[in-house]
């Protein structure tokens, strides 16, 4: 992209939906005194934060792509962030913990990057990451359905396959590198709130590519076929629009 098209705002949206995954993955991890702790794509650094919290004697150290994200970054003693990429990230020392959290699935060949962050670890070491796994739900089926109907010209390069794995394919990735793995998923039933929920849900992430690639005009009426299509298949109900998202996690041991 020609520019950083990630708003902090934005992504804030459904923070604490967005959250829960995190602290189930790091649930898993079962490091006690870990002196490196790494938070790859850490976005605006809330979770990496809870992150130095949970292992008060590790350095923390956040990173991410998007520079706007990263000026949102609190910043502390033991706790460290910087704009870095991660096929491009390299330690200066064998890491204890690398975590990451919603962000291999914007990656492609991140099966590469995890070989090289397994090399990464100390003996002993932990990586853990967890990615979407819902890319044959309504929510992007839709999306696809007209970036590849009457959006083909503008955005219909933007469509591309299921980009993860599931449980299975990351466990025989991670085995065959001499980790211990534990793979599982996990489909969440977020109720949310508000109008077009599921919009605004996908506007923060699934939307972000089309969206920086269109101009005002034309991402509100790509918003508005989007918005039509999904209250047909996320009815608001009485209490909310229920959101199945499905997740895929990963903790493997080195």
């Known amino acids: 992209m020609s520019r950083d098209m990630w708003d902090p705002q934005s992504y804030r949206r459904h923070a604490d ?3 829960r995954p995190f602290f189930d993955l790091v649930a898993r991890i079962a490091a006690e005194r870990p002196g490196y702790v790494v938070d790859a794509g850490c976005g605006t650094g809330e979770l990496t934060g809870w992150l130095a919290r949970r292992w008060p004697g590790a350095h923390v150290h956040g990173f991410d792509s998007s520079p706007a994200m990263i000026a949102e970054a609190p910043a502390g003693d033991r706790l460290t962030f910087s704009v870095d ?11 204890d913990v690398i975590v990451c959290n919603a962000v291999l699935h914007w990656v492609p060949g991140h099966r590469e990057v995890l070989a090289r962050w397994t090399e990464a670890l100390a003996p002993g070491g932990w990586l853990a990451f967890q990615v979407p796994g819902n890319f044959d739900a309504p929510s992007h089926a839709l999306v696809r359905e007209l970036c590849l109907g009457p959006w ?66 034309e991402a509100a009426e ?33």
């Open 152 to 217: 083909r010209d503008r955005l219909g390069d933007l469509v591309r396959p299921a980009p993860v794995d599931d449980p299975g394919g990351y466990l025989d990735l991670l085995t065959g590198l001499g980790c211990r793995v534990d793979a599982w998923e996990t489909t969440y039933l977020h109720v949310l709130t508000g109008d077009d929920a599921v919009l605004s849900w996908i506007s923060g992430t699934t939307l972000r590519p089309m969206l920086d690639r269109l101009d005002p005009g």
């Open 17 to 19: 939906e967005r959250s």
């Open 222 to 254: 790509f918003l508005a076929d989007c918005a039509a299509l999904l209250r047909e298949a996320y009815p608001r109900r009485p209490y909310g629009t229920v959101f199945p998202f499905r997740r895929i996690f990963v903790v493997a041991r080195r």
């Open 85 to 95: 990429d991660v096929t491009r990230w390299r330690p200066d020392r064998p890491v």
